[in-house]
């Protein structure tokens, strides 16, 4: 069983940056394709960035602005973002074992991690 467990998530102003975690319980997870998802209250969880053997993808509104990488000696998963606007503000998710940015096709999902930008 995966286990995934978000951290870095906090309050920030406009223009600052945070830097989100993804702690893996198993080395295998990181093996296989990883992503942030993200959802504000009221919408639907959206894709952010994925990461499949250091290939990264990013959605518009997170290309230029966030970094995804992971360090698989931890077994963890990394979203930087830099440029935050208020618009970003909604929980973060890492996800671990599914296709692109379809969230109903991944398998392992962390708890979440809430940003929030004023």
């Known amino acids: 069983q995966v286990q995934l467990v978000e951290s870095g998530g906090g309050s920030v102003q406009t223009g600052g940056s945070l830097r989100l975690a993804c702690a893996a319980s198993?080395?295998?997870?990181?093996?296989?394709?990883m992503a942030w998802f993200r959802q504000a209250p009221g919408k639907e969880r959206e894709g952010v960035a994925t990461?499949?053997?250091?290939?990264?993808n990013y959605v518009d509104f997170a290309k230029g602005r966030f970094t995804i990488s992971q360090d698989n000696v931890k077994n963890t998963l990394y979203l930087q973002m830099n440029g935050l606007k208020p618009e970003d503000t909604a929980m973060y998710y890492c996800?671990?074992?599914?296709?692109?940015?379809?969230?109903?096709?991944?398998?392992?999902w962390g708890q979440g991690t809430q940003v929030t930008v004023s």
């Open positions: 990461i499949y053997r250091d290939v990264t």
């Open positions: 198993t080395y295998t997870a990181t093996r296989e394709r």
């Open positions: 996800a671990a074992d599914g296709v692109g940015f379809i969230a109903r096709s991944y398998n392992y």
